[in-house]
Structures are given as C-alpha cells and as structure tokens.
C-alpha cells in the first residue's frame, strides 16, 4: 500500500513539474536605427503566423509605442504605426515616422505562454485569460 502511494505521488510530482520553454525576445535597431529588429521566436511559429495574418495582427501582437515623459502613462499610449516584415525567425519593424533621437521607445510583448497550468493560475492570483506582458525599452 504504502509503495503504491510513493509510486502515485511521484508520478503525480513529475507530471506537474513540466515547465514551457519561455520565449525571449530581444530587439535590436537595424537598417541605420530605422527599423527595429525583433528576434528570439521559433521559426516554425513565426511561418505560421505569418501564413495568415496581415500587418494589423502584427501590431497587435508585437505593439511598439513612445514613451511618454511620465512612464505611469504608458498604458495609454498609441501605438507607432508602422511596417512589419517578416524574415525566417526575426520580425523587423519600420515606422511610418522615423524614431527621434534621443526619444525613448517599447515593444509590448504580450506572453502569451505563461499562465499555462491551474497551479500558476492559483500561486500568482491570476484570472483566466489575462496575459501578463513585458516592455522592452530601446532609444536611438
């Protein structure tokens, strides 16, 4: 009795402790700090989202804004309008308005593959459907 508990909890510890890789994004200026250049995506992932999105669903999805003299505005911020193209795994962005010098910038990444299990849901409090994000700052 007592090796079937041990046999169950261990199975049970080991079935709840697989962890998704985290995606890290990182961003880089290219083309002479006229485009940004965002990297750190499976290219499989990239390919596929590619396939059936247009350029509204990449800026929904990898939103860049300005960032304003008060940073506890951001979140109200407009989002840069701009071009995304798509190359392999990187995703490069050209805004419709070339970035200032000197003006401080943020790519919203939205992650999307946290939040995946119950426990998580339940350690950080978290709702269902609400997906935490990370700023990624850059200036030129």
């Known amino acids: 009795m007592k090796v079937g508990i041990l046999i169950f909890a261990v199975i049970l510890c080991v079935g709840c402790s697989?962890?998704?890789?985290?995606?890290?994004?990182?961003?880089?200026?290219?083309?002479?700090?006229?485009s940004l250049k965002?990297?750190?995506?499976?290219?499989?992932?990239?390919?596929?989202?590619?396939?059936?999105?247009?350029?509204?669903?990449?800026?929904?999805?990898?939103p860049v804004y300005k960032m304003p003299a008060d940073s506890d505005m951001k979140d109200y911020q407009n989002v840069q309008p701009g071009k995304y193209v798509v190359k392999d795994s990187l995703v490069i962005f050209t805004p419709d308005t070339a970035f200032k010098k000197g003006q401080a910038y943020f790519l919203?990444?939205?992650?999307h593959d946290e939040g995946t299990s119950a426990w998580q849901y339940i350690r950080e409090k978290k709702k269902p459907g609400s997906v935490s994000y990370k700023d990624l700052v850059f200036s030129y």
């Open 18 to 34: 697989n962890h998704p890789k985290p995606i890290d994004v990182k961003i880089s200026l290219a083309d002479n700090n006229h």
């Open 38 to 62: 965002i990297s750190g995506f499976d290219k499989l992932i990239v390919a596929d989202i590619r396939r059936d999105t247009d350029n509204e669903a990449w800026q929904s999805l990898l």
């Open 108 to 111: 919203r990444f939205f992650r």
